[in-house]
């Protein structure tokens, strides 16, 4: 891939789309425990002649938080505002910055077993200027 192909697809949607913290029957929802979900369409019992029946659903996430079939769906409604629907921006404005240490284990690896021009990517890759645990420069190449 490209450096333009890297679009902020996060930002960009996170504009667009909110997830409730609660469930419609306002319970804390707990999507981080979920096993199982379900977006736009799901299958729902029908409450008067039992038969199980497809509903759409294209405004709420359903999920489970086992993989057990009798466990109830939760529903989380999902918000959606008016977003301009350009293309997002670009995720990086240049090269991600690499510790220096794996482009050297990088390009070790892409001498032995890479041809050109894959192998002159490597030689490209930029690295960290500090330390990020305490903002020294970190000189030990």
Same mark, same amino acid.
């Given at each position: 891939?490209?450096?333009?192909? *890297?679009?902020?697809?996060?930002?960009? !949607?996170?504009?667009?789309?909110?997830?409730?913290?609660?469930?419609?029957?306002?319970?804390?929802?707990?999507?981080?425990?979920?096993?199982?979900?379900?977006?736009?369409?799901?299958?729902?019992?029908?409450?008067?002649?039992?038969?199980?029946?497809?509903?759409?659903?294209?405004?709420?996430?359903? *999920?489970? =938080?086992?993989?057990?079939?009798?466990?109830?769906?939760?529903?989380?409604? +999902?918000?959606?505002? =008016?977003?301009?629907?350009?293309?997002?921006?670009?995720?990086?404005?240049?090269?991600?910055?690499?510790?220096?240490?794996? +482009?050297?284990?990088?390009?070790?690896?892409?001498?032995?077993?890479?041809?050109?021009?894959?192998?002159?990517?490597?030689?490209?890759?930029?690295?960290?200027?500090?330390?990020?645990?305490?903002?020294?420069?970190?000189?030990? !190449?």
């Amino acid at each position: 891939m490209k450096q333009k192909e *890297f679009s902020d697809w996060n930002g960009h !949607l996170s504009d667009k789309y909110r997830l409730h913290k609660k469930d419609t029957e306002r319970n804390i929802s707990k999507l981080t425990e979920t096993m199982w979900m379900n977006f736009g369409w799901g299958e729902s019992r029908n409450p008067s002649t039992g038969k199980i029946v497809m509903v759409p659903h294209p405004d709420e996430v359903w *999920f489970r =938080e086992t993989f057990n079939t009798s466990e109830p769906w939760q529903c989380v409604k +999902i918000s959606r505002s =008016e977003v301009d629907s350009h293309h997002p921006p670009l995720l990086y404005d240049g090269p991600v910055p690499i510790n220096p240490y794996k +482009i050297k284990d990088l390009n070790k690896m892409a001498e032995k077993y890479l041809l050109e021009p894959q192998r002159s990517f490597y030689k490209t890759l930029v690295p960290e200027e500090k330390n990020k645990k305490d903002g020294s420069t970190d000189d030990r !190449l």
